[in-house]
């Protein structure tokens, strides 16, 4: 099954790092022992030593002791863990008040809208044109109804760091906890949970070459958390279920295999893309803020052409890209990230999110711009929307 | 990282065939495109085969249709989804009654006490003393006021089938959900959801061979369930997240790598170790049903010694065994199993789980009857529980 396919979109990151299978290999065949028998035998010691070297080596690169962070399926198991689980132990008539932004991923912003539906109130804080949160504006927004802040690190789709150490203080100076999703921004940016001041975090590993299957969730020590799933006692009683011991060791390969080194070549390689494309494409606007963005995102709006037909094009070409995040790219609702922002449908629609992974070269991302920019001239030669400003208006209505 | 030692303990069947790993390849190497791109690029369109047929194959194998099965991190996940998002879509006043058996797994149990908890009836059936429920006694259970009925397929420790075909009949003339938690039967004995009434399964991939980190959960169509997990629209809207794929794809491996003539062999294998145990061992007590056990398991307690003392011994010769099951093997308290099949803490205490898997033979399984025989009979040479009755009468009362 050989693949001539230059990716360069949302699922880039997750392709498997050969070490990372290596690192994996003694526990799928070898040592295959349930970690969590205590008394049991050698097998089960030597799986639990690689299970603790595992979690030690992914807390402390956050700055967190090992035993605050919890195996999970993903980051989609971790945001929901936090925010409900956390809000379900600390709840009371007279605690009821979430906050979180606009433009948060799925997880988060389903998991604030479902305990809306159940009675609690939910601040969604808008964000600037390039997806920032006013930190002014969250502390405002704080009273004394309020029992958790979720901010992400960086947004799924646009890219843009918030200011989570201010975002952090402010929570901590409240009295409120903070839950940040860092499924973007783990090993690519620092993270400190203690000079951040965050409380709990959401990590996933298929987004820097991991498996799939298994992420983790910081919970700093004493932290209400109630259980999410029921069963055993594993995960120090807070996440039930058989270990994925091969998964938490290939975790802690990925995150070891990403360096500084190649997150310098990531903002490079980006820079790059984005600096070509806005030079040398007309009516293109970059989404996200010029350098506060994590280094292996670029998301670009061509004006007047359909992402979908670029993507496609593009694919007929060899290139994979994607349009809107990978949650709604099966559906034509418009990204509420490009809305957030102060984008129309036209630019949503138009939205195009280049993901950079340790296997792109500077070679691929000139020919992927080469190739798109003549793409998008050829679409736009045959579109209604480039055929003068009536019918521009008009398809714009149709649209909306 | 060689490893000599004789699997015979419930991380048996946890070791991957190396063939599931093949078939995983491609898809952690060369195709990983996200599958929910519906408008996207070919090689998204590749994954999303490759799921919707890994989905077909686990689904056929119960005569589902392929849509009804959902993909999940493992059979915690499955069950805890089953239960309760099932409850919460049907719970009204006069509809607050749930029936389970004392002996389920800890996610069904402990799921149910949740419920319970939070103002739901709960119904713990009894079991016999070979830890079958009584289907008369299920019926009787069943008021205007159930909604659903969650019994296992076959016990995780002591191997006893249930009687799935008329449970499920019961359930359904009287209109009532059925959920059946099939981790330690799926492939190893037949499910047919249509026959046998059933309404929700949970399926484990790692009980197989298959990758840790995935299983699956069956919802019949019109099934009414709540969302577990918020977050994005994968696998039908009913469970988000980014799907694993290579997980789908090595669970269907996993599946169809288990043949009949592999669980005639392990059968085999299973009544050698029970008859030559319970003829060559005296004071032995099989746990469960002689004969209507999974072909996996032989469960059995060697009176007046301490489990964990055999596993320890045994561990030291070479030889991996559990000691009750995988969920509580890190605590000292005694199974609820075997309390539930009418044993006392001694029993429970000085039980031992054998697991059989695909990577065991006929002269593994002689060896480790030799062996657990001198160390059983070297255990009670020095035990105080064999030295004279009065010892052991006060050693009880200790226990106890």
Redesign the interface.
């Known amino acids: 099954?050989?693949?001539k396919?230059i990716?360069l979109?949302?699922?880039a990151a997750?392709?498997?790092d050969?070490k990372v299978?290596e690192a994996m290999k003694?526990f799928?065949?070898?040592?295959?022992?349930?970690a969590?028998?205590?008394?049991?035998?050698?097998?089960?010691i030597k799986t639990r030593e690689a299970l603790a070297q595992a979690r030690e080596w992914l807390a402390k690169d956050i700055s967190a002791d090992a035993e605050e962070l919890i195996f999970?399926?993903?980051?989609?198991?971790s945001?929901?863990i936090a925010i409900k689980s956390s809000v379900e132990k600390l709840s009371k008539k007279e605690k009821n008040h979430i906050i979180t932004s606009q433009i948060e991923?799925?997880?988060v912003l389903?998991?604030c809208?479902?305990l809306e539906n159940q009675g609690f109130r939910v601040t969604y804080l808008p964000v600037d044109e390039n997806g920032f949160v006013d930190p002014a504006q969250l502390e405002k927004a704080i009273t004394d109804h309020t029992i958790l802040v979720s901010i992400q690190h960086a947004n799924q789709e646009i890219g843009t760091v918030q200011d989570i150490a201010k975002i952090g203080k402010i929570c901590k100076e409240n009295d409120v906890l903070f839950h940040t999703d860092a499924t973007h921004t783990f090993r690519r940016l620092p993270i400190d949970v203690n000079k951040f001041n965050i409380d709990l975090v959401t990590l996933s590993a298929?987004t820097i070459h991991g498996?799939?299957?298994?992420g983790g969730l910081y919970v700093r020590k004493g932290t209400p958390l109630a259980?999410y799933?029921?069963?055993?006692?594993?995960e120090f009683d807070k996440r039930?279920?058989?270990v994925?011991?091969?998964?938490a060791v290939g975790f802690a390969k990925a995150a070891e295999l990403v360096t500084e080194e190649e997150n310098n070549k990531l903002t490079n390689l980006r820079d790059h893309l984005i600096n070509r494309i806005l030079d040398e494409i007309p009516k293109t606007t970059l989404n996200g803020h010029r350098k506060k963005r994590v280094p292996q995102n670029a998301n670009i709006t061509f004006h007047l052409v359909e992402g979908?037909s670029i993507?496609?094009h593009?694919?007929m070409r060899g290139f994979?890209?994607?349009?809107g995040s990978?949650?709604?790219?099966?559906?034509l609702e418009a990204s509420h990230v490009i809305l957030g922002i102060g984008g129309d449908h036209e630019r949503a629609h138009g939205s195009v999110r280049f993901s950079l992974s340790r296997y792109n070269t500077k070679e691929q991302v000139d020919r992927t711009v080469d190739e798109i920019s003549d793409v998008i001239q050829k679409l736009r030669d045959i579109s209604p929307l480039s055929n003068g400003s009536e019918q521009n208006e008009l398809q714009k209505e149709k649209i909306s």
Chains 1, 2 share one sequence.
Do not use: W
């Open positions: 099954m050989e693949n396919n990716y979109d949302n699922s997750t392709r498997l050969e299978l003694p799928l065949f070898e040592t295959y022992a349930v969590s028998s205590e008394f049991g035998y050698s097998m089960g999970t399926s993903g980051a989609t198991e945001s929901n991923d799925f997880p389903n998991s809208k479902k298929h498996p799939k299957g298994i259980k799933f029921d069963g055993g006692f594993q039930p279920g058989l994925n011991i091969p998964g979908e993507t496609l593009m694919d994979s890209l994607s349009t990978a949650c709604f790219s099966n559906s």
